[in-house]
């Protein structure tokens, strides 16, 4: 196989990388518009979410699901009215009526993912391009649902969508030289090092312009709460099955970008307080993506061929432009989260996220060749 029949596998477009091929389309067919003018509620009046969600019929989502983008689309839907709907109040709700449940387990099924907020929709399928935009320059795009957030809560997003896109760059000489590892040909490792490195520091330089439109309170109080997660109760999924379930909400530790650039690297998360996490965010992606990391760690490394081309230098100027993107992603969550709440504060997946990020940097910076 060559490089394009292995991102294709993959689904991972070539340009795009983990994003969507095709622009995610802004509505759905006119029959589901009880979900699409529901989705509004959050920035209009959240006390009223609930009752207004109790209301809705219930819609069938099979003849969205034989169209890939449709599918993404009504989970992006889905995924907003249920956690929106559990977190609209300030005691989370512990059932999701069967009017949410039923479809969101159709579609979530289909996709193999589980029903709850997660960075494939609220990022990866939640954007449009603007007329003269392009995916790297977050100011060039829109968001296509949000919670209560605003701009702030939309900045959040585009932000991380142009991550996404800057960083998708990397991902075809990656495994281009994966490949040629494979076979005992390490001459692509210096260049494809060379290019890791500028890649990271485009994504680090983009992840610093998030307070550019993102205020930290507004985040920590009408953006982060939809994000977290559900209860330690667990919430019921009303229709579906009366076992309470507890997942995690959206998280940066769902990128699939950030997972690979490891892989590929040879950077091993071992501890106790990171590989378990690490792990289980990788069912939040789609099905696909995950494999892709799996075949990247499964194969010979850059940190092999870097050996083997004399490469330790690059090799590790690779690894400190991880621990500077690391470093800076540890600050600002210390000023979204920390410095808004409290030292026990959890980050948007209901996570203990300073040590887990502080015992992820390490686990970086301990691969350093030299």
Not at 165 to 176: D, E, Q
Not at 241 to 249: C, D, I, T, V
Not at 270 to 290: G, I, N, W
Not at 363 to 369: G, I, K, N, V
Request: charged share 20%; net charge negative; glycine share 6%.
């Amino acid at each position: 196989m060559n490089e394009e029949a292995v991102l294709h596998h993959h689904d991972v477009d070539t340009i795009r990388g983990f994003l969507p091929a095709t622009d995610p389309p802004s509505n759905l067919p006119s029959a589901y518009e009880p979900w699409q003018n529901a989705a509004g509620i959050f920035m209009q009046d959240p006390a009223q979410a609930r009752s207004i969600i109790e209301e809705l019929p219930e819609l069938d989502a099979e003849p969205l699901l034989n169209n890939p983008s449709t599918a993404d689309a009504c989970m992006l839907l889905l995924s907003l009215l249920g956690s929106g709907y559990v977190h609209a109040e300030e005691s989370p709700a512990s059932k999701l009526p069967a009017c949410i449940s039923r479809p969101w387990h159709s579609v979530a099924s289909t996709l193999g993912r589980p029903m709850i907020i997660s960075h494939a929709s609220i990022v990866l399928n939640n954007w449009s391009i603007k007329s003269g935009g392009d995916l790297e320059r977050p100011e060039t795009l829109e968001t296509l649902v949000r919670f209560a957030g605003g701009r702030d809560e939309d900045w959040f997003y585009l932000v991380t969508v142009s991550i996404e896109a800057v960083g998708a760059r990397i991902l075809p000489l990656m495994t281009r030289t994966r490949l040629a590892l494979e076979h005992g040909d390490h001459k692509l490792v210096p260049q494809c090092l060379e290019e890791l490195t500028a890649t990271v520091e485009a994504i680090r330089a983009l992840l610093n312009r998030m307070e550019e439109q993102c205020r930290p309170r507004i985040f920590y109080d009408h953006v982060r709460p939809y994000l977290s997660g559900w209860p330690e109760s667990g919430v019921v999924y009303e229709g579906i099955s009366e076992a309470p379930q507890r997942l995690f909400g959206g998280s940066a530790a769902q990128s699939s970008l950030l997972q690979s650039i490891d892989a590929a690297m040879g950077i091993t998360h071992e501890d106790s307080r990171s590989r378990p996490f690490l792990q289980a965010m990788r069912d939040y992606m789609p099905p696909p993506h995950r494999e892709f990391i799996h075949w990247l760690e499964s194969g010979p490394t850059l940190q092999h061929g870097a050996t083997l081309a004399g490469a330790s230098a690059r090799y590790d100027e690779a690894i400190d432009s991880l621990d500077l993107f690391r470093r800076d992603h540890m600050a600002i969550t210390a000023r979204y989260i920390t410095l808004q709440g409290d030292q026990q504060a959890e980050g948007t997946g209901g996570t203990e996220y300073g040590t887990f990020l502080r015992v992820t940097r390490k686990e970086t910076t301990d691969q350093r060749l030299d």
